[in-house]
């Protein structure tokens, strides 16, 4: 039985240790990331300093404050069930749709293969489109500006939404994990001054939203029928589909991995910033506005 007990004292120095510190590690990541995706992470900033200021009364012992935060503890908790309901009720929901354990919510290739495909599409009917994709930023009241549709990412359904006159063909659509969360979503305009004077609204209210977030936003222009992309507070105009693809994995795959980049990332990186990307404006100034 020397290799059991070799194996559970294995088991009791180090891998117990390990796993209960990598369970424990994954279980507050996940908790963290859906307090911010639901925004209730302001209640959580709430009941720290309330915390805090009960430990500041205990130690230097204020027994008045101690006595009117007792007083005022109880009202406290039913006031912030009261006024943060929607968001418990959102976390609950989440937690019941085992959002807690999904370990990767990014869109997988073929579905920003779909993206493309219809962006292609689109082009080619000069039919124009939008398509935020969110990444770290939480763009939640964007997605309360359109309608909610919580679908498969696909090519036909974003066809469906952009190729005829309907209500929600002038606004956005929103990728969030994935999935389309919304449509017909208002974006804010740039507020640059030195916009070329040829972009449209679809142009700047892309160029906003990428200054307002993280988000990536594929453009289809109506006129030209050229695709773009606008991220980091510039608009790359006139990409290939090949380029917005390879753009739209590496951006969304820099942002999975905590903003580390490949040998060949920082390559396609700088080919597609020397290429003869025609931005909304002048290059020189977008460069210059990038290295700030």
Not at 47 to 64: K, M, N, P, Q, V
Not at 80 to 88: C, D, K, R, T
Not at 96 to 124: I, K
Not at 247 to 252: D, R
Request: net charge neutral; with cysteine.
């Amino acid at each position: 039985m020397t290799w059991y007990q070799n194996l559970l004292e294995f088991y009791n120095t180090i891998l117990r240790p390990l796993l209960d510190v990598a369970i424990l590690a994954f279980l507050l990541y996940r908790v963290y990331d859906l307090l911010v995706k639901t925004q209730a992470v302001q209640l959580v900033r709430g009941a720290f300093f309330l915390g805090l200021f009960f430990g500041i009364a205990s130690i230097f012992r204020l027994t008045t404050l101690q006595w009117l935060l007792n007083i005022m503890a109880p009202g406290l908790f039913v006031a912030v069930a009261i006024v943060f309901q929607p968001e418990l009720r959102k976390i609950i929901i989440r937690l019941g749709q085992g959002e807690l354990f999904r370990l990767d919510a990014r869109p997988r290739l073929g579905q920003l293969e779909a993206v493309v495909t219809a962006a292609e599409m689109l082009s080619q009917q000069r039919r124009g489109a939008l398509v935020v994709f969110q990444r770290k930023v939480n763009i939640r009241n964007i997605v309360d500006s359109g309608t909610r549709l919580n679908a498969d990412l696909s090519s036909s359904l974003i066809v469906t939404v952009f190729a005829f006159d309907g209500p929600l063909h002038d606004g956005a659509l929103v990728v969030q994990g994935g999935r389309i969360t919304a449509a017909g979503c208002l974006l804010p305009l740039s507020e640059q001054q030195d916009i070329q004077k040829s972009f449209g609204t679809r142009h700047r209210a892309a160029l906003g939203m990428s200054e307002a977030s993280d988000a990536v936003i594929l453009v289809v222009s109506e006129e030209t029928g050229a695709i773009s992309l606008a991220y980091e507070s510039k608009l790359y105009y006139d990409l290939s589909p090949l380029e917005v693809q390879r753009k739209l994995k590496e951006l969304i795959d820099r942002d999975a991995r905590g903003g580390i980049k490949t040998g060949a990332e920082k390559i396609l990186a700088e080919t597609l910033e020397e290429s003869s990307i025609v931005s909304a404006v002048d290059k020189e100034q977008v460069l210059s506005r990038g290295d700030e």
